[in-house]
């Protein structure tokens, strides 16, 4: 069974940084693409950023040169990293992968539990 396990969430003052993780665990393959949402208060999932396996990016005009979506490979692991951050970036970011596994060799899409990011005024 694959599972994604988001980390680096937390509290931050405006203009602060943070670094976001996202394991993924189990019998994979390989890892497609993955994404980063957030859900604000009241409002709906909102994608963030995504990569692709061959390491093309996209962002939401709202996080562009302020967020960067990476990835390892070796490590089943994708990052955001995010600065010069905003009172508007407060929500819960989920990481979304579709991943080949033992499981689903032609690919599955998984979600993880998401992680709270804070940004006070």
């Known amino acids: 069974q694959v599972q994604l396990v988001e980390s680096g969430g937390g509290l931050v003052q405006a203009g602060g940084s943070l670094r976001l993780s996202c394991a993924a665990s189990?019998?994979?393959?390989?890892?497609?693409?993955m994404h980063w949402y957030r859900q604000a208060p009241g409002k709906q999932h909102e994608l963030v950023a995504f990569?692709?396996?061959?390491?093309?990016?996209n962002y939401a005009d709202s996080v562009k040169g302020r967020f960067t979506i990476s990835r390892d490979n070796a490590k089943n692991t994708g990052y955001l990293q995010m600065n010069s951050l905003k009172p508007e970036d407060t929500g819960v970011y989920y990481c979304?992968?579709?991943?080949?596994?033992?499981?689903?060799?032609?690919?599955?899409?998984?979600w993880g539990q998401g992680t709270q990011v804070t940004v006070s005024s």
């Open positions: 979304n992968a579709d991943v080949r596994s033992h499981s689903y060799p032609l690919g599955n899409t998984y």
């Open positions: 189990g019998s994979i393959f390989s890892i497609n693409v």
């Open positions: 990569i692709t396996s061959g390491g093309d990016t």
